[in-house]
């Protein structure tokens, strides 16, 4: 079954312990990319990556990081976490060479709590 | 700057026909789509538009004016299940895709 996977689901931290949200797909698409997702404000991207080793920053990439090293794998670090992290999480991909790229599958979310 | 419109909620009843508009201004245009999503869940995608004119897809239908920068959903014969956001997105001249806030559609019986 084609699906983008995420892990963890929910997740309650604290104050400054790194954390690393996971995204794996295995649909061989060329895009992945990270959405926050928080009440009033709609999707904001985080960070994205047109393909392996080649990652940019999106319009909200302060306090995170992101790691291209394999097609299939996206993961989402947040070295120091604050409370302001406090969101639910999406990881999308799609295939930059269908002639609508923009159809992005996404991961069911993971819905991440700072205290 | 980049921006999409669209209404924060919206109220229909069962069985009847609701249209949500999107307006956007974006640096170029490549594309424009609309996706649904469930209170905690992922969006998942509806319908995409990149030339003028109307898509139609089962009960869902959507428009696109390129010279006006303006889209609208239209949903036919409601149901219960439709009860969701309505994410508005526009694929800019780099291929990145511009959000709306969303449209949350509230249905009654």
């Known amino acids: 079954e084609a699906q983008v996977t995420q892990n963890p689901r929910y997740l309650i931290t604290v104050t400054g312990k790194k954390l690393t949200v996971t995204c794996s797909q295995n649909?061989?698409?060329?895009?992945m990319s990270w959405y926050r997702q928080d009440p009033g404000l709609g999707l904001r991207q985080i960070y994205y990556?047109?393909?392996?080793?080649?990652?940019d920053k999106g319009d909200v990439p302060e306090g995170y990081k992101v790691s291209r090293k394999e097609k299939r794998n996206f993961p989402l670090i947040l070295e120091s976490p604050s409370p302001n992290q406090t969101s639910l999480y999406f990881c999308?991909?799609?295939?930059?060479?269908?002639?609508?790229?923009?159809?992005?599958?996404f991961g069911e979310g993971s819905r991440l709590t700072v205290l | 700057g980049q921006n999409i419109d669209q209404p924060t909620e919206m109220t229909a009843t069962e069985g009847a026909i609701v249209q949500i508009n999107c307006t956007y201004q974006?640096?170029?245009?490549?594309?424009l789509f609309w996706y649904q999503q469930h209170a905690g869940e992922a969006p998942t995608f509806l319908s995409y538009?990149?030339l003028d004119g109307l898509e139609e897809k089962g009960r869902f239908s959507s428009f696109l004016s390129r010279s006006k920068g303006y889209s609208y959903l239209l949903l036919k014969e409601l149901q219960m299940k439709d009860s969701a956001s309505y994410l508005c997105?526009?694929?800019?001249?780099?291929?990145?895709?511009?959000w709306g806030a969303g449209t949350k559609l509230i249905i009654k019986p």
């Open positions: 649909m061989n698409h060329e895009y």
């Open positions: 999308a991909s799609s295939n930059l060479g269908d002639s609508h790229a923009g159809e992005l599958f």
């Open positions: 538009n990149v």
């Open positions: 997105a526009v694929m800019d001249s780099n291929y990145q895709l511009i």
């Open positions: 990556s047109m393909n392996v080793e080649v990652t």
């Open positions: 974006t640096s170029g245009f490549n594309g």
